[in-house]
């Protein structure tokens, strides 16, 4: 079935730094999402991006659909310590369809 | 305007046993999703209700049933617990089948343990 490479599983970082993170697929995927997740709870809609190649940005979040349709980018500027949780990148293959989940990217952020 | 709600928070059943745990999804969404995330682990998809019919199915076994009601509220129901349905339990509401309308948003969880 269809899958999603999500890396780096884990990162630990200084309170001001940059993030990046991404996730790759085999197969195409027509829309990207990425979501928080905090422990516990459910997952919260970051950012959704629809056309390939699209870069939108939420706060100091940035997200890329890419050209090819199979991986997508999340970059954190300035991380603060309410950034810490788990990331999770989702691809939607058919339009009304299932998501496909990452494996997660935890992030901690040292104050 | 009411996001996505779940009940119960929590639940503890024993292994054989049934559980029905239940999803209102948001105002104006007509779509309704069911996912399972074990600990640890990402999401995996169980299924997916639209016009109280299920209209995609992941890859689990008959002992996970649904029902969607004609307000668009559902049902999950599980049967014969095994202690590997422990997880959190997640729904998630969509209002379309259209790319951009099909963007889904997550319930709070319903955390099942089974013992």
């Known amino acids: 079935g269809q899958q999603l490479n999500q890396s780096p599983q884990s990162m630990f970082i200084q309170e001001g730094e940059d993030v990046s993170m991404n996730c790759t697929s085999s197969s195409i995927f027509n829309t990207w999402l990425w979501y928080k997740q905090d422990p516990g709870e459910g997952p919260v809609l970051l950012i959704a991006?629809?056309?390939?190649?699209e870069l939108t940005s939420n706060g100091r979040l940035t997200a890329q659909f890419g050209i090819t349709r199979k991986d997508s980018f999340l970059n954190i500027s300035a991380s603060i310590p309410s950034d810490v949780g788990i990331y999770f990148c989702a691809g939607i293959a058919v339009a009304g369809n299932m998501l496909t989940f990452g494996g997660g990217t935890r992030l901690m952020v040292k104050p | 305007d009411a996001g996505v709600t779940q009940s119960p928070t929590h639940l503890i059943k024993t292994r054989g046993q049934q559980v029905t745990l239940r999803c209102s999804p948001k105002?104006?969404?007509?779509?309704v999703s069911w996912y399972q995330q074990a600990l640890g682990q990402g999401p995996q998809f169980i299924f997916q209700?639209?016009?109280?019919?299920e209209r995609q199915r992941g890859n689990f076994p008959d002992r996970f049933s649904g029902h969607q009601f004609p307000n668009y509220s559902s049902e999950l129901n599980v049967n014969a617990l095994l202690l590997g349905d422990s997880a959190l339990y997640l729904c998630a509401s969509s209002w379309g089948a259209g790319v951009g309308t099909d963007t889904q948003y997550f319930g709070p969880g319903t955390r099942l343990t089974v013992l």
């Open positions: 991006l629809y056309k390939a190649g």
């Open positions: 105002s104006g969404h007509d779509t």
């Open positions: 209700y639209y016009e109280e019919e």
